[in-house]
């Protein structure tokens, strides 16, 4: 593994290096390409710097500092919360540890199909969000509905990308419908979705049970990467139609 010359510096006074993995022996092209983006990627670097369990927790900062849905005292559903970054987001900026003199004091509900290691403030289960009853599950655990329903759920790549659009299509619309069931009036529901078309469907139903839709591809998604993010807002009830 080797090292270019410096290219500049960061706003910090920080050396940008650029680094480039050889290929081992044993390990595919992609492996490398994935590796050396991993290592070169800032995102990944403040992520280990701040105590995040991935980059994806920039992504949902971002999209907070913009739609400003995670307050004080919101009740949030973090739904596929493994490995927890997003989670780690939401405790704080909701109070779910009850730090902020003063504020109310919020709730964070992890669900994922395998086990998560504690996040300290936010409570985490293990449950299929499709399982039947899965709603009621999660209504009894918050003692009531959720202001949040959010998602960065992704299906296992099959490395073909209709197929994976699909996937994630149906992954998204699954969610909604589980936020249709237990968001509580004027609650929001953020969701990864692929670009592709087929997500058309899920964005009008989402219009017609929110009072504002719209997609995002917040600065933390790769820019070589097809994902967005739909953030809709205002929960006015489950679509009839």
């Given at each position: 593994?080797?090292?270019?010359?410096?290219?500049?510096?960061?706003?910090?006074?920080?050396?940008?290096?650029?680094v480039k993995v050889k290929t081992a022996k044993?390990?595919?092209?992609?492996?490398?390409?994935?590796?050396?983006?991993?290592?070169?990627?800032?995102?990944?670097?403040r992520a280990k710097a701040e105590g995040f369990r991935g980059r994806a927790a920039f992504k949902l900062i971002e999209l907070d500092d913009k739609f400003h849905f995670l307050v004080p005292g919101a009740r949030v559903v973090d739904l596929g919360s493994a490995p927890g970054g997003w989670a780690q987001v939401a405790v704080p900026r909701?109070?779910?540890?009850?730090?902020?003199?003063?504020?109310?004091?919020?709730?964070?509900?992890?669900?994922d199909l395998q086990e998560v290691d504690p996040?300290?403030?936010?409570?985490?289960h293990q449950l299929d969000f499709l399982s039947d009853d899965a709603d009621l599950q999660v209504k009894e655990w918050l003692g009531g509905q959720a202001d949040v329903v959010m998602s960065d759920m992704a299906a296992a790549s099959s490395g073909h990308k209709g197929t994976d659009h699909l996937r994630i299509v149906a992954l998204c619309e699954a969610a909604a419908e589980l936020a249709f069931d237990v968001?509580?009036?004027?609650g929001?529901?953020?969701?990864?979705?692929?670009?592709?078309?087929?997500?058309?469907?899920?964005?009008?139903?989402?219009?017609?049970?929110f009072t504002k839709v719209e997609n995002v591809k917040p600065?933390?998604?790769?820019?070589?990467?097809?994902?967005?993010?739909?953030?809709?807002?205002?929960?006015?009830?489950?679509?009839?139609?």
């Amino acid at each position: 593994m080797g090292k270019t010359p410096v290219k500049g510096t960061s706003g910090r006074g920080q050396r940008d290096l650029t680094v480039k993995v050889k290929t081992a022996k044993g390990r595919k092209l992609s492996s490398t390409l994935w590796l050396e983006r991993q290592l070169n990627d800032p995102y990944v670097r403040r992520a280990k710097a701040e105590g995040f369990r991935g980059r994806a927790a920039f992504k949902l900062i971002e999209l907070d500092d913009k739609f400003h849905f995670l307050v004080p005292g919101a009740r949030v559903v973090d739904l596929g919360s493994a490995p927890g970054g997003w989670a780690q987001v939401a405790v704080p900026r909701v109070n779910a540890l009850g730090e902020k003199s003063g504020k109310p004091q919020g709730r964070v509900l992890g669900l994922d199909l395998q086990e998560v290691d504690p996040v300290p403030g936010a409570e985490i289960h293990q449950l299929d969000f499709l399982s039947d009853d899965a709603d009621l599950q999660v209504k009894e655990w918050l003692g009531g509905q959720a202001d949040v329903v959010m998602s960065d759920m992704a299906a296992a790549s099959s490395g073909h990308k209709g197929t994976d659009h699909l996937r994630i299509v149906a992954l998204c619309e699954a969610a909604a419908e589980l936020a249709f069931d237990v968001l509580a009036p004027g609650g929001t529901f953020v969701a990864k979705v692929l670009q592709g078309g087929a997500e058309a469907d899920l964005q009008k139903r989402l219009k017609l049970a929110f009072t504002k839709v719209e997609n995002v591809k917040p600065p933390a998604s790769r820019s070589d990467s097809s994902e967005k993010f739909v953030v809709a807002t205002g929960f006015r009830g489950r679509p009839t139609s």
